[in-house]
């Protein structure tokens, strides 16, 4: 609607953000909860769902970008990979040395059978030259760190 009036938007979707003075109650803030406390970590189904990260730095640095550029439209802004609810359990307890453990399967993941969104870097990496700054493990340590001090 914009842009017909000649007004250049460009609208950003996200997968799943998180980073420092991210307070919303999720996989991530659970499972990093629970690892800082060194409690059983309960991943739901197989374990095998996948989901899709981004790191606030890395928002950040793209809507910077952007800022810099003449783009207009929907752009997909993602992580490089997806990662396993699983995957994510054993990552968050290596990286916070947490002595917790993981249970698999004792709740159905309603979503486990769900299909990915068919989302794509292509578009920002070929107009604004985009390239993940912060790996998920850089933002996850990132993370982890503010809410050990929370």
């Known amino acids: 609607m914009m842009e017909s009036k000649g007004i250049e938007t460009a609208s950003l979707r996200l997968t799943s953000p998180f980073g420092e003075f991210y307070n919303s109650i999720n996989v991530l803030s659970i499972f990093i909860d629970l690892a800082i406390q060194n409690k059983t970590i309960n991943v739901y189904g197989t374990g095998n769902r996948k989901q899709n990260f981004i790191y606030v730095g890395n928002i950040v640095e ?14 997909d802004l993602i992580a490089k990979e997806s990662i396993s609810m699983k995957s994510l359990a054993e990552l968050i307890i290596k ?18 059978n769900s299909v990915l ?26 993370y982890i760190k503010w809410r050990k001090t929370k």
Do not use: H, M, W
């Open 62 to 75: 793209c809507i910077k970008n952007s800022l810099n550029n003449r783009i207009s439209g929907n752009y």
């Open 95 to 112: 990286l916070t040395n947490s002595k917790s453990n993981i249970k698999v399967g004792l709740l159905e993941d309603q979503l486990e």
């Open 117 to 142: 969104p068919d989302f794509s870097l292509s578009r920002l990496a070929k107009e604004l030259d985009y390239k993940e700054i912060y790996s998920l493990i850089d933002g996850l340590n990132r």
